[in-house]
Each structure stands twice: as C-alpha cells, then as structure tokens.
C-alpha cells in the first residue's frame, strides 16, 4: 500500500496528515500557519517529536516546498515519490458534487467557479493542488468536498423560500458544511450501534465553527449551515441564523455597508460578540465562572441555539438512537456537554453518565444503560476521510 498525504489549505494556512495505508497509521502531521507574513509558523510532528519553526512563508506553494523539503531532510519519507496520492478538501463542491472525485481539468474549472461561494476557501485549495502538482507530478490528486455528504438533502430541506428564480438562475440554496466531519461521526455512531438496518442519528459538530446534522440510515437528511457557514447555530464569531430585517435596520439606523456587516456577522458576532471576552468557549467558561454576566448570558444562547436544532431533527427523525458530540467544543468540553444535555434530559430522556462524561478520554458512550438516547463523544476524523477516498478512487 503506499503513502497517500491529506492537505487542507485555508486562506493563510495548509494543514496536513501523512499516512501509510496499509495499516492507516499517521506517519507524519502538522500545519503552516500564518503564511504571507515574515511571521509565519510551521509546526510538524512525527516520530514522536514536535518542531515548530518562525519564518517567513510568501505563498502556499512556498509553504508545500517547506513541508516536503522537511520530509526529505528528517528521513520521513525516501523520497516524494514514495507519495502516491494527495488528497485535498474542498470546501465548496456545488451540487456538481455528491462525492470525492480525481481531479481534472473540469473539476478544477467548477471548483473555481464556485469561489463565488466560498471566496476564502476554494481559491486556496486550489492554490494548494497547483503547489502539490508541481512539487510532485506522479501523486494522484483527489477532491473531497465538505458539502458532498449533504447533497442527500431533498429540495423541501435545501430550497428557501424565496423566488424560485433565484435557484434556478444563480443556484442559491442551502449547500451545508462540515459534510467530511458528519459523514465520519455518523458512521462511526452506526458502527458503534451495532450497524442497524435502520439508524436515526443527530451530530453535533462543535467547535469555533459548529453544524448539526440529521442522519438517516447512514444520509444527511438536514443539516443547519447554509448557502454559506454563516447560517445555523451561534458559533465562535458567527452569528448563525439571525432575522434578515436586522440588516436593513442597521443599514437605515447605524449607517453600516452590506460589507460591514457581513464581516461583523461572520467575525465579530457568536460567542465573542455576546460575551465581550473571546471567541474561545474556554475563556467564556472561565469568565462566566467568576461572574461574568454576558459570559454566562453568551453559554446560555449557545446551548439553546443548539437544542433548538436538536429538537427540531428529532422530529424529523421521527425519532434519534443516538447523538454525537464532536470537535473541539464537542470533544473536550465536559462543561458544555453537561449543560446541553441537562436541558434536553426530561424531553428525551437522557440519563447522563456524569463519570464518563467528566473523566473518560476519546470516543465512548457517556450515557448510562436506562438512557432512552445514546450519548456518544467521538473525535473527527476528516484526514483520514480524505485519505481514504484518496486511497479509493486511485487504487493505489
């Protein structure tokens, strides 16, 4: 089996997972951050040690010449050919999309078509394929697309309701996020239920950026970010769902540009524009702990913000087995483990394993056997998502 690396390029950084396929073991992993600045960061892992290093990184391509000269130099791999696939994620797909593909000449064209909706993100994963190419022109390239596991959703569930013009001519419906990150939690929630013909499971994908889904047998059936991130819950910066007329008022009463306040909505609003204090959900629990009135006040919209979504894909469900708690809220907060789930304990109940929830590390089951709904924590995995389809749709 061979090599086969896993990149995510953002606007200003490239993440990155090396593996080696026959076993799926993580050889090498690590990020770029900061890039375009004289102080960028690189940070890389492997063989049981940690180098990071301060340096000025122009361009991506720059930084994917740094990350594979690195390999050669520390004797990770022999050589780059010993990479036999790249795997890239792709933030917006489109509904050209409704799986990973090889990449080609068409693929590249509509993933630059669709910039339009994702202008920070499609634009740098495909600065990321050109560097990768370059760099090594035997590995085999793949798209994984973050929208691809939501293209699943019916029109009643994906059509808003607005002129329907506006579908048909500029394709603007709900699309989703996180779609790697839902398919791999779902699946492992079917694995860990015994794999049942028939599964109803909601995840909970919360981090600075958080998503809920509705799983139906092993398909999103809905999920709460729309035609953009933006949309859904409360996040770290993002506003989630919010009454279109608010921007018309602040337009007429404060003065503020269309400009303005999609960068306040998207950066300058959630957690961090409710508390005052921060974007980091840790630094609100602190605050709010020592008496922070908006800090508490910013938990308690976040955590109704998210049971809100629940209730509403029980009902969908007619019904939930199971939900998952993931990312890095999802995974390391107890705190807001507890807190969203006291509040749904009567409707569903849940009875919470306080043990397991509190003291246990990684993926398990934090509800005890009388619970009604199954409670799981379990870590994402969306590298070796990629790498797999990667591995996959090259036979290698």
Known sequence: ?????????????????????????????????????????????????????????????????????????????????????????????????????VINDQVVAHIDELKKLAPLHNPAHLTGYYAFKEAIPSAGAVAVFDTAFHQTLEPRCFIYPIPYKFYEEHNVRKYGAHGTSHYYVSQRAIDLLGNPEESKIIVAHLGAGGSLSAVKNGKSLNTSMGFTPLAGIMMGTRSGDLDPSVLDYLIEVVGMDMKELITMLNKESGLLGVSGVSSDFRDI??????????????????????????????????????????????ENSAFARKGIIDLLTDAFGIVLDDDANENGSGERLITKPESKVKIYVIPTNEELVIARDTNRLLEL
């Open 1 to 101: 089996m061979a090599k086969v690396i896993a990149v995510n390029a953002g606007s200003s950084s490239l993440k990155f997972q090396l593996f080696e396929m026959n076993d799926e073991s993580v050889i090498t992993s690590g990020v770029v951050e900061r890039i375009g600045f004289e102080d960028a960061i690189f940070t890389i892992k492997y063989s049981g040690k940690k180098e990071v290093k301060t340096l000025p990184i122009k361009d991506h391509k720059v930084a994917v010449h740094l990350l594979l000269d690195t390999l050669i130099e520390n004797k990770i791999v022999d050589s780059l050919e010993d990479i036999k696939g790249v795997g890239h994620r792709v933030v917006q797909g489109g509904a050209y999309y409704d799986k990973s593909v």
């Open 285 to 330: 629990q602190q605050a709010a702990n020592e008496g922070n009135e908006r800090a508490q006040l910013a938990i308690d919209i976040f955590y109704r913000r998210v049971i809100a979504y629940i209730g509403r894909y029980f009902v969908a469900l007619g019904g939930v087995d199971a939900i998952c708690f993931t990312a890095g809220i999802g």
